[in-house]
């Protein structure tokens, strides 16, 4: 009965053990062949779903729609133009109404143990991903308690009139009008194409809720396993259109601290890091075997104030907030000067961007008057809501909300910082229930109809993109015409005079675009990041030539 | 043949304020199967003196000796584990918590079997006939009921026979028992002391006894040593000291054995010494006895020796000499 | 023997009750989710009373909710994660123990002497050491600056290890991968750290006990009887003494399960470690009281658990409880 | 002593406090610990005159070194942080904070902690049972899981985070005051008193407080330290003081970011928490050695 476990042979034992342990600690250190196909990408974050079309954030967008999917054309890597996918070539029609697709044919879609596809991609599959986000009454429509974000906010549902299959490889798109941006909304991550077969397949099990977190598509890679918020891992995909990849398998290492992320990439655990913090950077160009690629962003960093809520529905102090916050201290000390200063709400690398727009200049003195003159002379108090996420336009909006709150402390006004995890900060400001917030936006289709429209319109302020709540309707209206406009000098007149009305009324303070980051080891080959800087894996190969040691320089 | 044979032993006892003796120079003579009582108040040194000899001093302390002779060897010029191992062949101990002195978390089997084992060896039914004879050997009379027990299973009296067997499963030649009987009930205590006494001439173990209480002495022992303060004041034939006692301490602690029956005197009151014995740190210049002795005068601030008074013993007090009694009686070794 | 274990477990039992009203009391200032907590403007003290019994129901029949951000089963959650932090915990109890046993019995046969106090001030500052603090030195140090360790998480990417039963040592040993052992190996690599930051406090706490039940012991009659019986120094030791002093030292481990909790909470944030604490913390960022409310219930009856087991062995160990008359 | 000759001196004993004082002094790292705390204190009180700048002042060095690395800058005696605020004056408001925020949570929880403990000792069994099973429970669980359970329930922030702690502090005052109350009232010489006729409040004021001062100082030194570390865990976490706040843990979590780039910013705040922790845990082991108590 007794248990003596405390005898000398059982010490000597332990001792032994012990030993072991910290030997096989440091003698690991030979280089890993298993990792000689493998790549490694360090995420910022969990995917919200594996459907794209249920998202609008680039973290899911990253893991769902560019390793899995494919759309019926896609954005050419580090661009906004177009190119052919699963549809090979198209027409629009003179009325700019009618868009017909012609598909491509030997497609197959993923095959693994929980679906084995019969037939090769068509046009049903095509309807299928439409229709799912289109129709009310779609079996598919209403399984998620995630949004169609993208297909809702651009109005498709409405815009769309309806889908016809003429053929098993032709589709026709019929619009109720004519509209510039729809052809870059095909090319957007949420249209990508989903299998009808396997929907009939889920349906017939019962589990239709499964098409989201099983996926099944034509990309490159088929997901293998994915534990929450710790590791995703993709395979390769042998029957890809294109031809098999390279590399046997992509991992996603998800990794939200970014501090960590680095290290990771430092230690060889990484081969991709996502959204380094530009104080990275600077750090990574002293190591020789990882290299930086960047980008300059399709995104904007800005301070909405809500428009709808004192004191800032006085337009004077609007202006007054301008001028009070130094835009150069901010891009010094959060973007380590990664980023160029923002005066309009389209970055500079966008086509319709306004040069000659002057700025509000950073001058305390000047705010002071402003306010004066609006009535606060002796300050006032306000609240900033900001992330604590890490995002692509800001890598640290809590440091932002510092400086600003020192900034206005000059001006005598009070700050008060509210930090919220992402996902609550949107649900928060898009409601309407902020003060102010440290907002930001990054193009999805290169367009500026999505700055224009979606952060500024009407319309948004009932999506909740507008976070500052500002309702101009001429603003509005002609941001519509930009719309239906077809050619580009046409939209470009609009969008400069928008800018103008933008810069009078001065809802935000535009604060920066950023530039995107990738920090890369070298032994990556053909990575490229896309427009709206997300990271593409399609043909990327391991040049495992001069294979370094794990615990390296 | 002497048993054992101690010289000018000192212990030291090194705290953080400096060293300070605990026992001084004493000496001592023990014959093949003498019992010899050790007798002194608490503090006195005398259980310093058993570990002394038996090497359980703590790391605190350290002990010095012109020679211990114990069985015809010097334990002073061995190394510390032949000591260990001669002493332990050689000597055994008991002492005053029968219960604490057992280990609580093994059974009365394993702790006696591991001597057993140590000493004299062979398989597990010899063994354990042999645990069962020592526990016959020392009045216990359901030895396997015993054997599987536990020290807290038994009452004090039982640890102590336990104790008991304990020691003699080493075969020694010396058993030492520190106030085997303090912590035991009255009529446990002269069951006890009878069993030692009876063991140590049936087995012609020499026993030394140590205790604060005279009245066990007087009748089971040969010699006496009084120790007060580290140092032996009187060491003597028991009759001697009982009928003469020569120091005023010995005096003092004899006449404060209580007396029954026929013996007491009534109305007399029993006699006490005032104060307590001197702490370590703050010993007298002197006598040590000094603040204490009903019989103290100037010359005993100056060191006192240990000298011999002829057909008595040894006596060290100077007043005790100079005044000696009448005529002491023929016996001495 | 049935006794005492029927006795812990009616201990064990009372409570978990009081730990479900507490919670259910949670629930009912905070309303969690009404799927567990009822209606919950309810006055009445006895509807109050049939509302706890629906939750005790519900709690037991392993419906614990789900959670507000991702959906997930909340008890399946917990049940995912919890391998991770056991592997961990063990680990570092592993570690802690098998260095501040000896540590400790060295520090008590030298008492005083200058390697015991070179112990005690050590055990001191480990004692003293914020957690997340020493987490990140490590990191900066073995990881950062030596490259010796990995940074992060229980096993290189690149290894698939199939979860069957969480534990990422086992699992890795019974996956039928041809790098099988080869990842076992990368496995115990990359949680040497975390263990390592994980088990100082217990370290300290440990080497302190055992120093002190050991001194203890030392000083006792029954190891002078033992020295006197000429026994092996070894035997004394680590036979006679340790088997006492560990009669605290037991409880003292049990203790120590609750500072282990802690430190996995802020250990699994430093190492990026998917388990228990980690998930925790990222509920309560995203203020998802459901899994908070599952997951304190679930760390809570492990606890209390934990401390039952304990109890039980020290019953086991101790002679004179475990044949009390 | 009636026969006592006067050449031989008599012992002198010492009162309670002054034996305490003398067996304290006598450990000689719990003294130069409690010279460390009081330099802590002080330096917390006179913040404002030692600290060079507002601990929220940004200047344009960011990330600058410590002046003794080579690229450090002496006007920033331990370097600025990643928004070029002083981190010395930075670290020295976090003193301040976090031994006021110390202080508020001990009181806080020593005063309901104590009449708790004191109530149900002197009470009926009942009520005695009911929060001695709480008790039991609360300090059975991890004290940091409590804590940010309360946090994430009443919402992330300074003073939710000192409820939050003060909250998990409450249960050892119950059960150190209880105990060492019930402890007390075993002992004869307070049934004697009450044979002498005392009444509850003087039993109370005379006879057992003073008993039961040393376990009640020991506790306070451990809710002390155990408040600054919870704190700055949360803090750490993000539960607790918000930035641009000083506080330890707070700053820690923000430079973990940089850990790579600015070590200095991770190793001198851990090092402040840390030096206050141990000093305050060397002088609670040289009080409980000094007064002698058990575990």
Same mark, same amino acid.
């Given at each position: ?52 079309q ?32 699963? #549809? ?47 129709n ?12 169609f ?37 095909l ?62 398998h992509?991992?996603? #290492?998800?990794?939200? @601290? ?15 890091? #996502? ?78 961007? =306004? ?30 809501v900001?992330?604590n ?95 239906? %406009? ?13 800018q ?12 920066? +675009? ?40 | ?11 030291t ?12 120079? /004493? ?6 199967? @003498? ?9 006195s ?31 002073m010029?061995?190394?510390? #584990? ?35 084992i ?33 020290? +807290? ?36 205590q ?7 006494? =009876? ?16 009245? /066990?002495?007087?009748?089971?022992? =040969? ?8 140092? /032996? ?5 028991? @009759? ?23 013996r007491?005197?009534k109305g ?25 002795c ?23 007090c ?16 | ?22 919670t ?60 991770a ?56 140090l ?36 041809p ?62 003494a ?25 250990? @699994? ?41 304990i ?8 002679p ?6 | 002593?009636?026969?006592q ?41 006179f ?15 960011l ?73 039991d ?65 003087r ?19 451990l ?63 040289? /009080? ?6 058990? %575990?």
């Amino acid at each position: 009965m007794i248990i003596n476990l405390f005898n000398l042979r059982l010490m000597r034992l332990l001792k032994w053990i012990i030993i072991s342990v910290l030997l096989a600690g440091c003698n690991f250190h030979e280089t890993k062949s298993v990792k000689d196909n493998v790549l490694v990408y360090c995420s910022e974050g969990s995917p919200e779903t594996f459907n794209p079309q249920l998202s609008t954030s680039n973290t899911t967008f990253d893991a769902s729609s560019r390793p899995i999917y494919n759309r019926l054309i896609e954005f050419k890597p580090e661009s906004t133009t177009i190119q052919p996918s699963l #549809a090979t070539n198209w027409e629009v029609s003179k009325d700019g109404k009618s868009y017909t697709f012609n598909l491509r044919k030997g497609v197959r879609f993923h095959s693994s143990h929980y679906f084995q596809p019969e037939r090769e991609f068509n046009a049903d599959d095509v309807i299928f991903s439409f229709e799912r986000q289109k129709n009310n009454d779609h079996p598919f429509h209403n399984i998620s308690s995630l949004k169609f974000g993208y297909f809702d906010s651009m109005g498709l549902d409405k815009l769309i009139n309806r889908i016809e299959k003429l053929d098993d490889y032709t589709v026709r798109f019929i619009l109720n009008r004519a509209e510039s941006p729809f052809l870059s909304a095909l090319a957007m991550d949420f249209a990508s194409i989903l299998s009808a077969e396997y929907g009939e397949h889920l349906l017939a099990a019962q589990t239709p809720e499964f098409i989201d977190v099983h996926p099944v598509g034509t990309g490159p890679f088929q997901l293998d396993r994915y534990q929450p918020d710790a590791f995703i891992r993709y395979k390769a995909n042998p029957d890809y259109w294109e031809g098999k990849q390279l590399l046997a398998h992509v991992i996603f #290492a998800i990794t939200p @601290e970014p501090s960590l992320r680095f290290a990771r990439m430092l230690a060889g655990d990484c081969d991709i890091m #996502a959204k380094p913090l530009p104080i990275h950077i600077k750090a990574a160009q002293k190591h020789d075997n990882i290299q930086v690629i960047s980008q300059p962003g399709l995104n904007i960093a800005y301070l909405a104030m809500n428009t709808q809520k004192p004191p800032f529905n006085n337009q004077l102090v609007r202006v007054a907030i301008n001028h009070a916050i130094n835009k150069n201290s901010i891009i010094k000390a959060v973007y380590r000067e990664t980023a160029t200063k923002a005066k309009s709400p389209v970055p500079p690398n966008m086509w319709s961007y =306004d040069q000659s727009l002057i700025d509000y200049q950073y001058n305390p003195e000047l705010a002071k008057e402003l306010l004066l003159e609006a009535g606060f002379s002796s300050g006032f108090k306000m609240n900033i809501v900001t992330t604590n996420a890490q995002r692509s336009y800001n890598p640290n909006a809590k440091k932002m909300a510092e400086l600003i709150q020192q900034d206005l402390k000059k001006v005598n006004i009070q700050v008060n910082i509210t930090s919220f995890e992402f996902g609550k900060f949107l649900s928060y400001t898009s409601n309407g229930l902020h003060q102010s917030a440290l907002a930001g936006w990054v193009s999805d289709n290169g367009d500026p109809d999505n700055f224009f429209s979606t952060l500024l319109s009407c319309n948004a302020t009932h999506s909740g993109t507008n976070a500052a709540f500002w309702c101009d309707h001429s603003f509005s209206e002609l941001t519509a015409e930009a719309r239906s %406009k077809s050619k580009l000098n046409e939209r470009l007149i609009i969008y400069k005079t928008l800018q103008k009305t933008f810069k009078e009324a001065a809802p935000w303070v535009p604060i920066a +675009h950023a530039t995107q980051h990738f920090i890369v080891n070298s032994r990556i080959k053909n990575f490229k990041i896309a427009s709206n800087g997300g990271a593409f894996f399609t043909n990327v190969y391991l040049d495992n030539s001069n294979k370094k040691s794990h615990n390296g320089d | 043949m002497h048993l054992l044979r101690l010289e000018n032993l000192s212990v030291t006892y090194h705290s953080n304020n400096g060293d300070f003796p605990i026992i001084e120079r /004493l000496s001592l003579k023990m014959d093949m199967g @003498e019992i010899l009582g050790i007798v002194g108040e608490s503090g006195s040194g005398k259980s310093i003196l058993a570990l002394a000899i038996m090497g359980l001093l703590s790391p605190k302390m350290s002990m010095r000796a012109d020679y211990i002779n114990l069985d015809g060897q010097d334990l002073m010029k061995m190394s510390h #584990a032949q000591r260990a191992a001669y002493v332990a062949s050689k000597a055994a101990i008991i002492f005053q918590e029968p219960q604490a002195s057992l280990n609580p978390c093994y059974s009365v089997s394993s702790q006696l079997d591991e001597t057993i084992i140590l000493h004299q060896g062979g398989n597990n039914k010899l063994r354990k006939s042999r645990a069962i004879n020592l526990l016959e050997s020392v009045g216990v009379t359901q030895p396997e009921t015993v054997l599987k027990m536990y020290p +807290h299973q038994l009452s004090g009296g039982m640890n102590q026979r336990v104790a008991i067997a304990i020691a003699l499963s080493c075969k020694p030649r010396l058993l030492i028992a520190d106030e085997p009987t303090t912590a035991l009930d009255v009529t446990i205590q002269s069951q006890i002391i009878d069993l030692l006494v =009876d063991l140590s001439k049936a087995e012609d173990v020499g026993l030394m006894l140590i205790t604060h209480d005279f009245a /066990l002495l007087s009748e089971n022992t =040969d010699r006496v040593g009084v120790i007060y303060s580290g140092q /032996l004041m009187e060491h003597a034939a028991t @009759e001697n000291i009982l009928s003469c006692p020569h120091h005023p301490y010995t005096k003092a602690l004899l006449d404060s054995i209580p007396q029954l029956g026929d013996r007491h005197i009534k109305g007399s009151r029993m006699f006490a010494l005032e104060g307590n014995i001197p702490a370590i740190d703050q010993l007298p210049v002197g006598c040590r006895l000094g603040p204490r002795c009903p019989q103290a005068e100037k010359l005993c601030v100056k060191n006192q020796k240990l000298k011999t008074i002829e057909n008595y013993g040894k006596v060290r007090c100077h007043v005790a000499i100079a005044h000696s009694p009448t005529q002491p009686k023929d016996k001495t070794s | 023997m049935t006794k005492i274990i029927l006795r812990q477990l009616i201990i064990m039992l009372l409570s978990l009750i009081t730990l479900t009203i507490f919670t259910f009391s949670l629930t009912r200032f905070f309303p969690v989710d009404s799927s567990i907590t009822g209606n919950a403007n309810v006055d009445n003290a006895a509807h109050l009373f049939f509302h706890y019994f629906d939750y005790l129901k519900l709690i037991v029949s392993g419906d614990w909710g789900y959670s507000r951000i991702n959906g997930s089963d909340v008890l399946k959650d917990f049940l995912l994660y919890f391998p991770a932090t056991i592997e961990l915990s063990f680990a570092a109890l592993i570690i802690s123990i098998s260095i501040g046993l000896p540590l400790g019995v060295f520090a008590a046969r030298h008492k005083n002497m200058w390697q015991d106090k070179l112990i005690v001030s050590t055990t001191l500052v480990g004692y003293s050491m914020p957690i997340f603090w020493w987490g990140m030195l490590l990191v900066l140090l073995f990881s950062l600056t030596l490259s010796l360790t990995p940074v992060a998480s229980r096993i290189g990417f690149e290894y698939d290890i199939l979860p069957v039963t969480g534990f990422m040592l086992i699992d890795t040993l019974i996956s039928n991968k041809p790098y099988a052992v080869e990842a076992f190996f990368d496995a115990l690599h990359h949680l040497i750290l975390p263990a390592i930051v994980l088990g100082t406090i217990p370290l300290a706490i440990f080497t302190r006990v055992t120093r002190a039940s050991m001194i203890e012991a030392l000083s006792s009659d029954y190891i002078r009887t033992a020295k006197a019986k000429g026994l092996a120094t070894s035997r004394i030791i680590w036979v006679h003494a340790l088997r006492n002093a560990m009669i605290p030292i037991i409880t003292i481990i049990g203790l120590q399960i609750s500072v282990l909790i802690t430190g996995t909470l802020i250990t @699994e944030i430093i190492f990026s470690w998917p388990g228990v604490g980690k998930w925790l913390l990222e509920a309560v960022y995203r203020r998802d009281l459901v899994t908070i409310h599952g997951g304190l219930l679930a760390i809570a009856s492990t606890v209390i658990f934990i401390n039952m087991l304990i109890e039980i062995t020290t019953y086991l160990i101790n002679p004179r409880l475990r044949l009390q008359k | 002593m009636i026969n006592q000759p006067q050449f031989y001196r008599q012992p002198e004993i010492p009162g309670t406090f002054s034996r305490w004082v003398k067996s304290f002094n006598k450990n000689k790292l719990a003294v130069s610990a409690l010279i460390v705390l009081l330099v802590i204190i002080l330096i917390a009180i006179f913040a404002p005159w030692i600290a060079p700048y507002d601990p929220t002042a940004q200047f344009e060095e960011l990330s600058s070194p410590p002046y003794w690395y080579d690229s450090g800058n002496s006007k920033y005696i331990l370097g600025t942080d990643d928004l070029g605020r002083d981190l010395f004056s930075r670290l020295v408001y976090g003193a301040r904070l976090s031994l006021k925020l110390a202080t508020i949570v001990v009181l806080i929880s020593a005063t309901i902690g104590i009449l708790l403990g004191c109530m149900t000792a002197l009470t009926n069994i009942w009520i005695d049972n009911i929060i001695l099973r709480l008790t039991d429970l609360i300090l059975a669980l991890p004290s940091l899981l409590l804590a940010i359970v309360i946090v994430a329930l009443i919402g992330p922030g300074l003073p939710n985070a000192i409820y939050a702690v003060a909250i998990v502090l409450i249960p050892h005052f119950v059960l150190v005051s209880r105990n060492a109350i019930k402890h007390e009232l075993n002992k004869d010489y307070v049934t004697a008193t009450i044979l002498d006729g005392a009444n509850k409040s003087r039993l109370f004021t005379h006879s057992i407080l003073p008993n039961i001062l040393p376990s009640l100082i020991v506790q306070l030194t451990l809710a002390f330290s155990t408040a600054i570390l919870e704190i700055s865990a949360l803090g750490f976490l993000g539960l607790g003081a918000q930035p641009p706040h000083p506080e330890w843990g707070t700053i820690l979590s923000e430079s973990y970011v940089y850990i790579t780039i600015a070590p200095w910013t991770v190793t001198l705040p851990g090092l402040a928490i840390f030096f206050t922790l141990l000093s305050i845990n060397l002088v609670g082991d040289g /009080l409980r050695d000094a007064m002698d108590l058990e %575990k």
